[in-house]
């Protein structure tokens, strides 16, 4: 065994690197966990003990001489491939401009939204990402098997199927009214996960404003009030809403937003697909369950709540016609907004 370290030493010696490939050749045989050197470490065991203090040595050094050749390997080839390839730094070269970042159009979006809201008394509010089933389903009035939580495709948690990745902020509603007692005005934005196929028009993963006000008095008058005031904000003064008749669990009455096409101002055109009007957001007054079931007297009480989804007002107001652009990173696109905020 002493014979085979002197017989590596030799070897690591007297190694050349001409290329990057006779380095690679060399880690691999002395350095990499599979190297000769990790074989004798691993033969260690089989040494007579009497024996085991020189040979512990013997490997210690040859192990050293390895990296020690490695890096003097490494660094010479380093030299010589800069020697060959340039003559040192040519100052005539032009600079490699300093180039601005610009703000992802989902964050100028949200940052608009809260804007809007937050001048109207609305505080900004969140809460998990991953979240129990009954702060997204069941306190929202989704009883348990009820063909409603086949709305939104759930991803569940595997370990614990009580636990989901929220399929909406509505969440945050229910953790916001069981911690307290109205008067409500928030706005809660945030990031909400669906098991769908990615495609131009739906991903696995995006985002929501959901918005609560819960007061006495609060009518559904309040509702369409606020959501025409931040139609006009966003959309341009000209803009105008309609509201059809929908269904949400946790809401009742419910209503789908629609806000008149700002692309034609009602000609028709291929944003609002010839229908001069395009959806916004789903809306309600909060069932009276909900309220019940955060301890809140709905006797007393009353509120409505509404939920947008923020990629979905950048592709109106930016006109993207791609959902999956938001997420892939692509320079090409983000520099398109530079300078908006
Ligand atoms: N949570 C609903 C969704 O994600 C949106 C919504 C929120 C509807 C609040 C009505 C009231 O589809």
């Not at 409603?148 to 929220?166: G, S, Y």
Request: aromatic share 12%; net charge negative.
């Amino acid at each position: 065994m002493f014979d085979k370290v002197e017989e590596y030493k030799a070897m690591i010696k007297s190694a050349e690197a001409k290329v990057a490939d006779d380095l690679e050749q060399f880690r691999m045989k002395f350095i990499s966990k599979k190297s000769v050197v990790t074989e004798l470490f691993n033969d260690f065991r089989n040494v007579p003990n009497d024996q085991k203090k020189a040979f512990g040595q013997a490997l210690n050094e040859l192990k050293t001489l390895a990296q020690d050749k490695f890096k003097s390997l490494a660094d010479s080839l380093d030299h010589s491939s800069n020697e060959s390839t340039s003559k040192g730094i040519d100052l005539t070269l032009p600079d490699v401009p300093n180039e601005n970042g610009s703000v992802h159009p989902l964050t100028t979006t949200r940052n608009k939204i809260i804007e809007i809201f937050e001048r109207m008394g609305f505080n900004v509010a969140s809460g998990p990402e991953i979240e129990e089933d009954f702060y997204n389903f069941t306190a929202l009035n989704f009883p348990e098997n009820h063909p409603a939580r086949e709305m939104q495709d759930t991803f569940f948690i595997e370990k614990n199927p009580d636990k989901v990745l929220r399929t909406h902020t509505s969440n945050v509603q229910i953790r916001m009214m069981e911690g307290g007692q109205p008067p409500f005005r928030s706005i809660m934005p945030g990031r909400v996960y669906r098991n769908e196929a990615i495609s131009a028009r739906a991903h696995c993963f995006f985002h929501q404003v959901e918005g609560l006000y819960v007061d006495k008095n609060v009518g559904f008058k309040d509702l369409k009030q606020t959501l025409y005031h931040f139609a006009k904000e966003m959309f341009g003064e000209n803009t105008k809403i309609r509201l059809r008749p929908s269904y949400f669990p946790f809401t009742e009455p419910s209503a789908e937003i629609d806000i008149s096409c700002f692309i034609c101002q009602g000609k028709g055109c291929n944003v609002c697909k010839y229908t001069k009007w395009v959806e916004i957001a789903g809306s309600g007054m909060v069932d009276p369950n909900v309220l019940a079931n955060c301890g809140i007297d709905p006797e007393e009480y009353t509120g409505f709540a509404f939920g947008m989804g923020i990629e979905r007002i950048a592709m109106l107001k930016y006109q993207i016609n791609d959902l999956r652009l938001f997420s892939e990173n692509d320079v090409r696109f983000l520099r398109q907004f530079q300078g908006t905020f």
